[in-house]
């Protein structure tokens, strides 16, 4: 079993959409989330990082984090074109400097 | 702005050949890493250092080596190049004790 379970996709919703990608992990020990966007033939970019339980928000994203699940979302509100790319969760224990990636959802924003 | 420069962005090389993949960034981060991505499997860490001279292998250092002789320069090397190298090859940095980590381009190498 895989430390980090993401669904590969591709998901593919019409502009203005809320788009849910989700997340699950198996180590409990995990204590730093993230979300990397990546665009076609560029490396992934940091989208969103929390701590522990709870949610962020910035903009069109929010980051969402459930420890007793297990279970990590983000959420882009009012989806654009330009939302297309591969979205990655991402975890680490700690100050551990070593981060565990899921294998990245394709997601595609129709006009 | 951190920034992360993969020195080619497509390589196309034989089997049996000693290939070099070269990483600098500009921030005067501690740690540097070298992942590859493949379909399906995504980012698989090879190799990471936290210090110059400094390495630890991660999940799949087999048939590969680097190089950190100063702080902002991390190499990858392919000791003897096979086909099930290609892939594409990706750097990244963070400052130590865990911070974010800053991704370069990513170099597409193709092993003939």
């Known amino acids: 079993q895989k430390e980090v379970e993401q669904d590969p996709g591709p998901l593919s919703v019409p502009e203005g959409a809320i788009v849910s990608l989700n997340c699950t992990y198996s180590n409990s020990a995990f204590q730093y989330f993230m979300w990397y966007r990546q665009y076609s033939r560029k490396g992934p970019e940091l989208l969103m990082y929390t701590y522990s339980s709870g949610n962020k928000e910035d903009g069109r994203f929010t980051a969402q984090v459930d420890k007793s699940s297990k279970y990590i979302s983000l959420f882009i509100r009012d989806s654009q074109p330009s939302d297309s790319a591969t979205y990655l969760c991402?975890?680490?224990?700690?100050?551990?400097?070593?981060?565990?990636f899921g294998s990245g959802t394709r997601l595609s924003i129709r006009p | 702005d951190v920034k992360v420069t993969q020195s080619s962005r497509y390589l196309v090389k034989r089997t049996g050949e000693k290939v070099f993949l070269e990483c600098v960034q500009d921030m005067d981060h501690e740690n540097m890493f070298w992942y590859r991505q493949d379909p399906g499997l995504g980012l698989r860490l090879i190799y990471f250092s936290y210090d110059v001279k400094m390495k630890e292998k991660g999940d799949i250092p087999e048939g590969y080596s680097v190089s950190r002789e100063k702080k902002e320069r991390f190499s990858l090397i392919l000791e003897s190049a096979s086909t099930n190298q290609t892939s594409m090859y990706l750097c990244?940095?963070?400052?130590?004790?865990?911070?974010?980590?800053?991704f370069g381009d990513g170099t597409r190498l193709s092993i003939l």
């Open positions: 991402a975890m680490r224990l700690g100050s551990a400097s070593k981060i565990i």
């Open positions: 990244a940095s963070s400052l130590t004790g865990g911070g974010t980590q800053h």
